[in-house]
């Protein structure tokens, strides 16, 4: 999508789009409020600004649909579509490795009350499986802080792979 048809698009379409982007309603609004952009890098530059304020409640708030690492994500919405292929790596992991990230997924799910979130595009599951792990032993401020970290960094790719500059051919 270029940038200027996310500019020209209603207020609640223009709000779905952003919303596969990161499920974080106050998020969402202040992104759409301030079309138009100039860029995508002023965009970007906005959103990692106002991800850089998230807060516990915003995690939650996000992860209320997402789906676990290692499970196929449902729906056949936008959102489940950038889940799936941010999930690609998965497709060819050994059974001992999906094992092993579904035991993690349960843990931490006991441990911190929420599903476990990473970055998961360019990463293989091995690399997400010892992150589970390790993530495991972090205290419950430390995985917060992480958890928004990879949330902020999820929306940005996929703002990066939703949204394109218009070129001068297309003005």
């Given at each position: 999508?270029?940038?200027?048809?996310?500019?020209?698009?209603?207020?609640?379409?223009?709000?779905?789009?952003?919303?596969?982007?990161?499920?974080?309603?106050?998020?969402?609004?202040?992104?759409?409020?301030?079309?138009?952009?100039?860029?995508?890098?002023?965009?970007?530059?906005?959103?990692?600004?106002?991800?850089?304020?998230?807060?516990?409640?915003?995690?939650?708030?996000?992860?209320?649909?997402?789906?676990?690492?290692?499970?196929?994500?449902?729906?056949?919405?936008?959102?489940?579509?950038?889940?799936?292929?941010?999930?690609?790596?998965?497709?060819?992991?050994?059974?001992?490795v999906t094992t092993a990230i579904a035991h993690a997924n349960a843990a931490y799910e006991a441990r911190f009350g929420r599903v476990f979130l990473i970055r998961a595009a360019g990463r293989s599951p091995e690399e997400m499986l010892a992150e589970a792990r390790r993530r495991l032993h972090n205290d419950d401020e430390a995985e917060v802080r992480e958890a928004l970290d990879q949330l902020a960094q999820i929306a940005l790719l996929r703002l990066r792979t939703t949204i394109e500059d218009a070129t001068e051919e297309d003005a």
């Open positions: 999508m270029l940038l200027t048809e996310l500019s020209a698009l209603p207020e609640p379409r223009a709000a779905e789009v952003v919303a596969v982007w990161a499920a974080v309603p106050t998020w969402v609004e202040a992104i759409v409020a301030a079309r138009p952009y100039g860029s995508r890098e002023a965009l970007e530059s906005h959103a990692a600004s106002l991800a850089a304020r998230w807060t516990r409640a915003d995690l939650d708030a996000a992860l209320a649909h997402h789906p676990r690492i290692g499970e196929r994500p449902r729906g056949t919405g936008e959102e489940a579509a950038a889940s799936r292929s941010e999930q690609a790596s998965m497709a060819d992991a050994e059974a001992d």
